[in-house]
């Protein structure tokens, strides 16, 4: 069964660089998210990406992010200047059509230091 | 107002017990529903959609409630792997999704 993959599992950091969390989704997904869950808290809805093109957007996910998927495959979410409270995991998803489940990944673990 | 309140917990029941969690939503907009567990530092996995209709899947039910902006989750015979945090999860039609807090249960021998 096709999975969700996302590199690398643990990511540790010093403030104020850049991280790049990866994304490999399902080959026939279409629609695309990213999700952040700080320890102990809830699933939080950072974007959510489409035909190239952000569909929507939280009110996390400021100037320091940004998202792309070059290459038709990888999905990538880019923190540009990582801050303290940047720390959590972050879980890409997709699916077959916007209101469909999602399939998550594993997660990445990002640790700011 | 939260968008989605579900029950606080945490539920502790023994096992074979039946358990209920609800969850209300503020969004009206909202197009569609799921339920999905979470265990322990992992990823959510999608327990079941939930129609108006009601759907059954073994020892679980979803339910919902347009009228009202609840749905909910009834467990049967519940067993030890049920242990869990389930999440109420709602989709709009724009891409955004928005999670519950979670409702952890623990099903004891």
């Known amino acids: 069964e096709p999975e969700v993959t996302q590199t690398p599992s643990h990511q540790v950091t010093q403030m104020g660089q850049e991280v790049i969390l990866r994304c490999v989704p399902i080959s026939n997904h279409l629609y695309f998210y990213w999700y952040r869950q700080i320890l102990g808290q809830k699933v939080e809805f950072l974007v959510s990406?489409?035909?190239?093109?952000?569909?929507?957007k939280s009110e996390i996910f400021d100037d320091q992010f940004s998202v792309e998927r070059p290459d038709g495959s990888n999905f990538t979410l880019k923190i540009r200047s990582t801050k303290l409270e940047d720390s959590a995991m972050y879980f890409c998803?997709?699916?077959?059509?916007?209101?469909?489940?999602?399939?998550f990944g594993p997660g990445t673990r990002l640790t700011v230091l | 107002r939260k968008e989605v309140e579900q029950d606080p917990g945490p539920f502790n029941v023994p096992e074979g017990a039946t358990v209920a969690f609800n969850c209300t939503y503020s969004?009206?907009?909202?197009?569609?529903f799921f339920w999905y567990r979470q265990d322990c530092r992992k990823e959510p996995k999608l327990l079941m959609s939930?129609?108006?209709s009601g759907n059954e899947d073994g020892r679980f039910t979803a339910q919902l409630n347009r009228a009202s902006q609840y749905i909910s989750l009834l467990i049967r015979d519940s067993k030890l792997s049920d242990s869990a945090t389930y999440l109420c999860v709602l989709y709009t039609n724009a891409g955004k999704s928005t999670f519950g807090d979670g409702t952890t249960l623990t099903v004891k021998p």
């Open positions: 990406f489409y035909n190239n093109e952000i569909s929507e």
């Open positions: 969004n009206s907009a909202s197009q569609s």
């Open positions: 939930v129609y108006s």
């Open positions: 998803a997709g699916n077959t059509q916007s209101l469909d489940e999602q399939f």
